[in-house]
């Protein structure tokens, strides 16, 4: 059984899969519950699939990237997940932010920050969430005002993969006081070595063990006024539209989690005995697992959908909320059956579907809370 199968994948994209199936059996499935248990940053792993050319693939070739569009790193996404979601998580992020700078930064930002991470010299990361809220984009209050040729930013960041360990990030901070909220925002890359840039690791988490997020407090942080990417007031809706081509991706996540889940589940059925027979022959468990392979194909095909809709650029908002709720609330659900199938052994810690379980209470949240999802799609519904 293939559950992350050839299918949907456009031809354009299986090169790509193949390679991120055969790099993720080789590093990530050997290591994943260490580096689960150990809950560090997989350097290793990093800089294998660094030597793999799997890592910023989708930055240009012109700049060291291989130019990968959505539906390649889709199908990345959900080859690395399969095989582990903190280190599938720290592989997609080591070049977060990075695509908001190339679609609206200069052609100096892409040279001095986007070649090195392209060419995997540095890495750099996307910090928008705050303390107080991750989901009000228009609610947040790090602030950047302008003294002299320079922008100085104070404020709080929080949840931000690679604050501790990236070279530099595009951070989202609050530049104006309009009536209309979402024009008060913009973008800038901070260096993580300036003064007043101060980034510890958040606290011990139960899931995606292998990836790394930090709490950022900035402090009259000084970045050069070219620093800006793209329009003062321009953040919100830059970010909105970056956001579309994310969801598409962490729904790619969710299907990753989920195949995982299935594969535990089928497997064990398939071995268990009880009753005088093997549990699958039982019809309510057969049932079980119709339904989570049903869950599974119908979120698949959507995800693919709104793949090719972003990429088309129709309709974008309502297809990627769409893929990303069905997608990840699919992996919680079919963890949930599968754990209930791996009876009194589903909770031993260091089985795979017990990191799954943990795993799949992520991706329903990052990237905007399924919520919010919810929100984008009933506006965005074609009426
Ligand atoms: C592992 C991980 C990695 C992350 N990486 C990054 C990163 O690299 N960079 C970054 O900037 N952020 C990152 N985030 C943050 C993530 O985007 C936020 O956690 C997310 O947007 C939700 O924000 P919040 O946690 O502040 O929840 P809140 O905004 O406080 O919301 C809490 C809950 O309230 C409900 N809710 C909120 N608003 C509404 C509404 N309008 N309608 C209905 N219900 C609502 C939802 O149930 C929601 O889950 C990461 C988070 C995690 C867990």
Redesign the pocket.
Known sequence: MDLLDEGPVPEHAREAKAEARAFAEAEIEPVAAEQYAAGEYPWDVLEAAMDADLVAADLPEELGGRGFDIEQILAIGEEFFRADAGIG?TLM?AS?GCELVEQYGTEEQHEQYLRPVAQNDQLS??????P?????LAGMTTSAEKDGDEWVLNGE???????VEADWLTV?AKTGDRDDRYGNYSLFIVETDSEGYEAEHIPE?M??RA?K?GHIVFDDCRVPEENLVGTEGGGFYALADFFNHGRVVVGGHGLGLAAAAIEEAEAFVHEREGFGRNINEFQAVQHILADMQTEFQAARTLNWRAARQVKEHDNPGYWAAMAKTKSTETAVDVAERSMQLHGGRSIFADRRIARVYRDVR?PV????????Q??LIYRQTPR
């Open positions: 998580l992020l977060f990361g996307l910090a928008v969430s705050e107080e809220t991750g989901s009000d960041k929080y949840w931000v993969g690679n604050a989202y988490k899931g995606m990836s997020q992520i949240i990052y990237e905007g809370a399924n919520e919010i919810r929100n």
